[in-house]
Structures are given as C-alpha cells and as structure tokens.
C-alpha cells in the first residue's frame, strides 16, 4: 500500500507556509496515518463513525480551529484548511464531523448567540465533551431552504418546534441541535439538546456514500424549549448560509487531501502493475491521466491558498467560496472516478480507498449547495440575472 498521505507540491506553495502551518499539518498527517488509516475501511463496511477519536481531536485542536477565545485555538485560516485537507485525504465523513462541529454548530453559536451561549456550550464543544449537528435540510426542501416548514411558536416564556429535518450529520450522536425554523418574522435558530421532550432521531442508513459518518433525520414534536435556547441574532437566511459559507471553505480544502490520496494510490498502482509489455505508467493515456489530476490538484491548491489568505484578510465573498466548493469538489470526484479506472479491477475493492472517496465525493459535491447551485450562484454573481427560478 503507498503512503496515501505523501505530499503533492508541484509548483512549491509550501514555501508560502509558515512554519507553524507546516507543523499543523504534519501532525494532522500523522494523525491520520496512525489512528484514521488503520480502522477506517471497516467504519466505512459497517456503517459506524470512529467516535472513539473524539478526545484526540480535540486534543489536536480541530474543533473550532479557526475561532477565538471559549477555548478555541484560535488558528489562521490556512491552518484550519490544511486540517481540513489531511483529514479529508483519511475519509470525507472525518472531515464532515469536524466541519458540523466547528463549521456549522459552533459558528452558528459563535456568530448568533448570546454571551450565556457562547460561554455555556462553546468551551465544551471545542473539548469535544458535547457534539453538535446542524438542521437545515428537510425531506421537501434542499437546495431552498427557504421554503421550510418547521416552525417555532412562541408558548409563554419559550417556544415549541415543530417540523421534521432529514440529511443531517452527526444527528444521533450530537448533544445538540441547531435547529433552522420558520417565525412570524422570517427564519431563525434555536439551540436544542438531545433529551428534549418531543425530539428524536432516526438514522439513515443503505447509503452507499459516507458510510464511515452518521446522518439521520430530526423529528421534533411539540418540542418545547426554553427563552435561552433562541439564538436571537440569527435572522433570516442569511444566518443559516453564513454557517454555510464557513463550513464550504473546510470542503474546498478537504477535496483536495481526498483528490491526492486516489492520486497517489493510482500513481503508486500504474508504476508497478504490468500489462502488454511494462507497467501502465509507460503509457501515454494513463499518462494523460496522471498529468490531468496534477494539474487540477495544483490548480486547486492554489485557489485555497489564496482563498484563506482573502479570508484571513476579511476580503473573501461568498461567492469566491463557491468557486472554490465547486471546482474543487467537482475536479476532485473527477480524479476519484480516473483513479478508480487507472486500478482497475482492484478500484472496486477496499484494499485501496479510491473506491471510498470516490464514493463520499458523490455525497460533497451534492451537500453545502450542490455543483449546480453554485453554478447558479457565480451566474448571478456576473451577470447580475438570477436563474434560480
Ligand atoms: C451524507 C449527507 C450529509 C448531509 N448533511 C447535512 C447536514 O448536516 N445538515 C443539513 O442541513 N443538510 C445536510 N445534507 C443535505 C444536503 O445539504 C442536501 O442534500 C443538498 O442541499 C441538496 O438538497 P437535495 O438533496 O434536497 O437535492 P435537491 O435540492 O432536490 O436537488 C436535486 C438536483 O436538482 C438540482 N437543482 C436544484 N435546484 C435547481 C435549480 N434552481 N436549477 C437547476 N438545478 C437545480 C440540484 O443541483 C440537484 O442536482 C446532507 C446530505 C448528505 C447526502
């Protein structure tokens, strides 16, 4: 089996590194090498996430990286991306857990709630002690979350949620929920912790993608919640998509740690597997092949590095995200399904993981805004006409 993890620096962007991102990386790497590798074939057979993980992430910082204070590291955002990228090159549901953690439920309280919220649930999401999902789909509404039908009513003092979310990472394994619904006033969110009456969970299971992650589906019924639970600065959709915004920069970053290891694995297979008279890697249309996914891998590092540089300098739009979300996922499943051909009868089997991310890139190209929706975005973003309906 070759080092899946081994670097990829065709043009030396590591000279763009600080040291300190360097080292971030490096014991990501070997985080991944040592505890991910070994068992993650087997999570991926059974259905099940390496929860037994989550005390060394924390350890190394990964959740809430790129936050400050309540415990956060506190880190740049070229490191809080090269985390992302090392964990996703072990299995994308890895770097979705984390991206749900840090991305979508504690941004959402990071950017939305009171201070009482912040200092009550964000110091011990960062130790990893709670764990938080983040309920926007539903089964009828997607790529429009805005056409939700959860509710929330006003009952006195607090509120009681109705509605039902579907798709929803981390659901049965997370302490609580952020849950997007529907107000007089528009959207808004709420903080709601598993035991509450009324609130259960349902895992989704015979996905044939992310299997190494669990998703499930939220039903609340008459789920009554107190005052505190309101995230009161999030008002309307735009609170939701900001999570998003976050989260997609992660995936930008992740497709590339997926995209180098099927990269590396079918490098690795074509140099020693013989077929006709030498090894596949004489060929020139396993060639064209290997010179296609470097040149994407490279184009696609290259967008991240400037992308956290732009954000780390509060000039990143949205709508740069969705460049990066989208070319980068997109060109990273392209690799994944040449990798797969490149080994072929071996691409099937799980002795190699080009299968597993080929099949999890299925599941990163659809969530956060599919391919297409962020087609629709940059369409409007130059044009200035919206396609959406
Ligand atoms: C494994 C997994 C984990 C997930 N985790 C979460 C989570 O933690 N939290 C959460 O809230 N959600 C989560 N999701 C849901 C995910 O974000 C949605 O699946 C995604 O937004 C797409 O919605 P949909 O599946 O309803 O597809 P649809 O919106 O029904 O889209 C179907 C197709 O139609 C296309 N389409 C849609 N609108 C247009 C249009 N206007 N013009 C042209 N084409 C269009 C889409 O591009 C797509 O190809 C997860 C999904 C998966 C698979």
């Not at 040149?295 to 400037?306: D, F, G, P, S, Y």
Request: net charge neutral; charged share 25%; hydrophobic share 40%.
């Amino acid at each position: 089996m070759p080092n899946l993890l081994t670097d990829l620096d065709f043009f030396h962007l590591d000279d763009l590194l600080t040291p300190e991102e360097r080292a971030t990386r490096e014991t990501l790497r070997r985080f991944v090498q040592r505890e991910v590798l070994p068992n993650v074939e087997r999570h991926f057979e059974k259905e099940t996430f390496p929860i037994d993980l989550v005390p060394q992430m924390a350890e190394l910082g990964i959740f809430g990286a790129n936050l400050k204070g309540y415990g956060c590291a506190g880190m740049n955002n070229v490191a809080y991306g090269l985390i992302m990228q090392e964990l996703e090159a072990g299995d994308s549901g890895l770097r979705s857990f984390a991206s749900v953690q840090s991305s979508l439920a504690m941004y959402a309280i990071y950017s939305t709630g009171t201070d009482l919220q912040k200092q009550r649930y964000l110091p011990e999401m960062a130790k990893g002690k709670l764990l938080g999902c983040f309920g926007l789909t539903e089964p009828d509404h997607g790529s429009d979350p805005g056409g939700m039908e959860t509710r929330a009513r006003k009952d006195g003092d607090g509120w009681v949620l109705n509605g039902t979310k579907r798709w929803i990472t981390n659901g049965s394994i997370a302490d609580l929920a952020i849950i997007w619904a529907k107000v007089d006033e528009g959207i808004t969110g709420f903080i709601v912790e598993r035991d509450a009456p009324g609130f259960t969970t349902r895992d989704i299971h015979g996905k044939f993608s992310m299997r190494a992650s669990i998703t499930s589906e939220l039903i609340l019924e008459d789920v009554r919640v107190p005052a505190g639970a309101h995230l009161s600065e999030a008002r309307g959709l735009r609170a939701p998509l900001g999570c998003l915004t976050q989260a997609r920069y992660g995936i930008a970053w992740g497709a590339i740690g997926a995209a180098r290891s099927c990269y590396n694995c079918a490098l690795d297979y074509v140099k020693s597997r013989k077929q006709f008279s030498r090894p596949l890697a004489g060929y020139q249309l396993v060639q064209n092949k290997l010179v296609r996914m470097l040149t994407e891998i490279t184009k696609a590092q290259m967008i991240c590095l400037r992308l956290a540089h732009l954000k780390d300098q509060g000039k990143m739009r949205p709508e740069h995200i969705s460049f990066a979300k989208r070319n980068n996922v997109n060109e990273a499943l392209n690799i994944a399904r040449d990798a797969r051909d490149m080994l072929g009868a071996n691409g099937i089997v799980n002795e190699y993981p080009v299968i597993r991310h080929m099949l999890n890139l299925e599941t990163v190209n659809t969530y956060e805004g599919t391919f297409d929706v962020h087609t629709l975005i940059l369409g409007r973003d130059i044009t200035g006409e919206s396609a959406f309906e």
